[in-house]
T-cell receptor, first 113, second 114 residues
Framework: DAGVTQSPTHLIKTRGQQVTLRCSPK?????VSWYQQALGQGPQFIFQ???????QRGNFPDRFSGHQFPNYSSELNVNALLLGDSALYLC????????????FGQGTRLTVV | GNSVTQMEGPVTLSEEAFLTINCTYT??????LFWYVQYPGEGLQLLLK?????DKGSNKGFEATYRKETTSFHLEKGSVQVSDSAVYFC?????????????FGQGTILTVHP
């Protein structure tokens, strides 16, 4: 079992550009959540996808959008990048919308210059 | 809204010392509570969890008890090892319409010296 896999591992973008991050959930998981972890901080919930729809959203602007595919994999898109978007982006997968354990990927380190 | 507060860090201990990392929370309803650990350069791993009041979660010598009366979920370990050096996050997941949405504390850096 490969667990939750994210790509790329590291990414450097210029302010104003757009970026797409990818996540493949753990086998058997159908729910994907995205988190932003700034340096020295705890992860902050961005949004959650289930059945290819955004089900919950945290306090993030519309520049942050996502998608879930029929195979349950997911993308996180960020438009008009700001320096403050530099962070570790974590994907977590789980089963359904329940209290089941969420498994995290290793994250994508995004640096905006 | 929901929130989690962890004790200020970092925490530095000698091997075999006793560890306590305090965690208190604010939530509506009856949340599930978690401790996650993050080793350098890695994602988060679930360390232990508790889903209702008075439950005790335990794993790898770590334990935490869900205290509803004090809204706390303190992490303890009787004898730490160098390999326990990591960042520890307390988190909650509320029920209702917020299934699967985790609210994290700010993290506590633990360094254990030989």
């Amino acid at each position: 079992d490969a667990g939750v896999t994210q790509s790329p591992t590291h990414l450097i973008k210029t302010r104003g550009q757009q970026v797409t991050l990818r996540c493949s959930p753990k086998s058997g998981h159908d729910t994907v959540s995205w988190y932003q972890q700034a340096l020295g901080q705890g992860p902050q919930f961005i949004f959650q996808y289930y059945e290819e729809e955004e089900r919950q959203r945290g306090n993030f602007p519309d520049r942050f959008s996502g998608h879930q595919f029929p195979n349950y994999s997911s993308e996180l898109n960020v438009n008009a990048l700001l320096l403050g978007d530099s962070a570790l982006y974590l994907c977590a997968s789980s089963v359904g919308q329940s209290r089941n354990e969420a498994f995290f990927g290793q994250g994508t380190r995004l640096t905006v210059v | 809204g929901n929130s989690v507060t962890q004790m200020e860090g970092p925490v530095t201990l000698s091997e075999e010392a006793f560890l306590t990392i305090n965690c208190t929370y604010t939530a509506t309803g009856y949340p599930s509570l978690f401790w996650y650990v993050q080793y350098p350069g890695e994602g988060l791993q679930l360390l232990l969890k508790a889903t209702k009041a008075d439950d005790k979660g335990s794993n790898k010598g770590f334990e935490a008890t869900y205290r509803k009366e004090t809204t706390s979920f303190h992490l303890e370990k009787g004898s730490v090892q160098v390999s326990d050096s990591a960042v520890y996050f307390c988190a909650l997941s509320d029920g209702g319409t917020s299934y699967g949405k985790l609210t994290f504390g700010q993290g506590t850096i633990l360094t254990v010296h030989p």
